[in-house]
């Protein structure tokens, strides 16, 4: 076929800087005439793709398949060799990775906003990630949002839409696609990590007892979840629920916490389900959700860390480190203390993992956004987390046959060993970017100045008191190779141990969000009752506390949170 290789003049449009993960916006910003053919490009101008193997899956949302065609067209104008394309546009962010490290492509072009709405009126993203399968790192997407700020104009070959509802391998101009099958590897990888064969008898067995109920929430993983839950693990179609991806998410929020996944919750609830579980729009996030048991992402990772090398084959040979991400809490810095790892505290966003993964540090990580993986890949990766619960939970009944260890049992046995930090995040959505100003630099100042080191305050509710010790600005160097990230979050700690932390989202397309995250530590002496203590309780005199050292009602002009997990 012949083509012809188009030059088009364009001029830069103002904030293509990509966030936490990727460059995120409203549909219609990426609809604009050029916008995303500039992004694209800039893509191409800062990383050398030419001759080489480009990834490109996403989550299915609007403006997917559109885009999908412009990349083709950009890329292999700019001599991309072979393109390996999910099928229908589909590949969840960690399906990606794992195509991007087994077929040992060049880099990958996901298309998602993760867990922002879709729709025309909602969010649409592009994000880079490099040859190891995890996100571009800061270096790289501070050279693309360079290059879109001088852009004058892009490369396009001249040819029809490519059918992308069709496997097989196809020619594009100079370019070959391979258009694959979106499930198939991924499904490989749980079953070369996972006792598939423990996780099935043990589902088989206490068929009555034990039920599963997976959430898609209209996101990508609904294929993966029939493929594993379903035809693999042998569990009822009915274990599934919302498992066919949407281009709007059936207009719902596909972030899996205790607000927007209440449908799971409340199903979990009525129909008396012990294992419940969710993944958000592009497949990295999970919630782990059993009846009257809610797992935070924090205490998560600390009990996958903890059982890992003993009841998960792909970590038989030994846990090699652990990592949480700042804001992320304290449990699995107790599990690696008992244990012997080291245990690396890194900036939010997953970006941050992969040096430590490449260099051998670390195997297991987490944030508490709901982000759970390994080195298995380099994104977090949300039904992993979720069979890892369940093959966690089949081994832990192995080692106990006569009773019952669900959820709940194995929260509660870990907190007696280990204590419990408990946790939460508070979001204020869509604040005045001005008012989120004003909060971080009065926090600035008084780290600066040393105003809020030695103030007692005491809650009103509560009668605790709480005592500050310290304040910073976290600032953060890759032991790997040396890079910088500096103002990454506020932090106050106080002389028990608790902290709270502040810090702007990245991953918003409209005004500014601001997080505030809790933590108190109680130690297993405490006994029982005060460990199984509910958690918005547990922080309710620190919660107090942090709002008025903040001055956070003024500045932002809320009186409540939008959401809080
Ligand atoms: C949020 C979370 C962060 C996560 C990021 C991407 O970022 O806090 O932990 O890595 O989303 O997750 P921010 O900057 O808005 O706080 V995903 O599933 O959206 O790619
Ligand atoms: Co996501």
New binding site residues.
């Given amino acids: 076929m012949s083509y012809k290789i188009q030059e088009i003049a364009t001029k830069p449009f103002d904030g293509q800087k990509p ?4 460059l ?1 916006k409203r549909v219609k910003v990426f609809q604009q005439e050029h916008y995303t053919e500039n992004f694209v490009q800039a893509i191409f101008d800062s990383v050398d793709a030419k001759g080489q193997t480009i990834v490109i899956g996403g989550d299915g949302r609007y403006f997917s398949p559109e885009t999908v065609q412009t990349i083709l067209k950009i890329g292999s104008a700019n001599g991309v060799a072979k393109f390996i394309v999910g099928k229908d546009a589909i590949l969840s ?1 960690p399906a990606a990775s794992n195509v991007i490290r087994k077929y040992k492509a060049y880099g990958g072009i996901l298309l ?5 709405p879709g729709g025309p009126n909602a969010d649409f ?1 592009i ?1 880079y990630n490099v040859s190891n399968g995890g ?1 571009a790192p800061e270096n790289v997407t501070d050279k693309i949002f360079e290059k879109t700020k001088t852009i004058s104009s892009y490369k396009l070959i001249d040819l029809p839409a490519l059918d992308l509802s069709k496997a097989g391998s196809f020619t594009f101009g100079p370019s070959k696609v391979e258009i694959i099958d979106s499930v198939k590897d991924y499904v490989e990888l749980l079953e070369s990590i996972f006792d598939f064969d423990l996780i099935k008898s043990f589902l088989l067995t206490n068929a009555d007892s034990f039920k599963v109920l997976f959430d898609g929430m209209h996101g990508v993983t609904g294929p993966y979840g029939r493929a594993i839950f379903v035809d693999t693990l042998g569990l009822p179609p009915s274990a599934v629920q919302n498992a066919v991806p949407l281009p709007d998410f059936g207009g719902g929020h596909p ?1 899996p916490n205790l607000t927007y996944a209440h449908e799971l919750v409340e199903n979990v609830e009525s129909r008396n389900i012990q294992f419940g579980a969710a993944s ?3 497949g ?2 999970n919630m782990i959700y059993g009846k009257g048991a809610f797992v935070t992402p924090s205490d998560s990772v600390a009990i996958i860390a903890d059982w890992a090398e003993e009841a998960i084959p792909y970590f038989k040979s030994g846990v090699k480190g652990v990592a949480r ?1 700042m ?2 809490s304290k449990q699995i810095e107790y599990v690696a203390k008992k244990k012997g790892l080291n245990c690396y505290e890194v900036p ?3 970006k941050f993992f992969g040096n430590l993964m490449d260099a051998g540090k670390l195997s297991i990580c987490g ?5 759970t993986g390994s080195d298995h890949i380099r ?2 990766d949300g039904v992993w987390a979720i069979v890892a619960w369940l093959n966690i939970l089949a081994f832990a009944n192995k080692k106990s046959p006569n009773k019952l260890v669900g959820i709940t049992e194995l929260l509660q046995q870990h907190y007696e060993v280990y204590g419990r930090s408990f946790f939460s ?1 508070y979001d204020y959505e869509e604040v005045s970017s001005e008012g989120a100003q004003k909060l971080v630099d009065a926090l600035n100042a008084h780290i600066t100045k040393g105003t809020l080191a030695g103030t007692t305050h005491k809650s009103a509710s509560t009668g605790q008191t709480f005592t500050v010790a310290d304040t910073l600005n976290f600032d953060y160097t890759d032991p790997v190779d040396g890079s910088v990230s500096k103002n990454q979050g506020q932090i106050v700690t106080f002389s028990d141990g608790s902290r709270v932390v502040f ?6 397309s409209q005004g500014a ?1 601001v ?1 505030m995250y809790v933590e108190r530590y109680v130690a297993p002496a405490a006994g029982a009752a005060e460990l199984a203590t509910e958690t918005a309780q547990g922080l309710k005199g620190l919660i107090e506390v942090a709002l008025e050292i903040s001055k956070l009602k003024e500045f932002l002009g809320r009186e409540k949170p939008t959401v809080i997990t």
């Fill in positions: 966030g936490t993960s990727g995120r962010t998602t906003a993760s867990h922002n993203g994000k996100p972030d958000d729009g592009d990295d996030r991400s804001p992320t939010t966003g997953w944030e508490e956004s709901f982000g994104e977090k995040r810090r702007l989202s990245g991953t918003g969000t997080r």
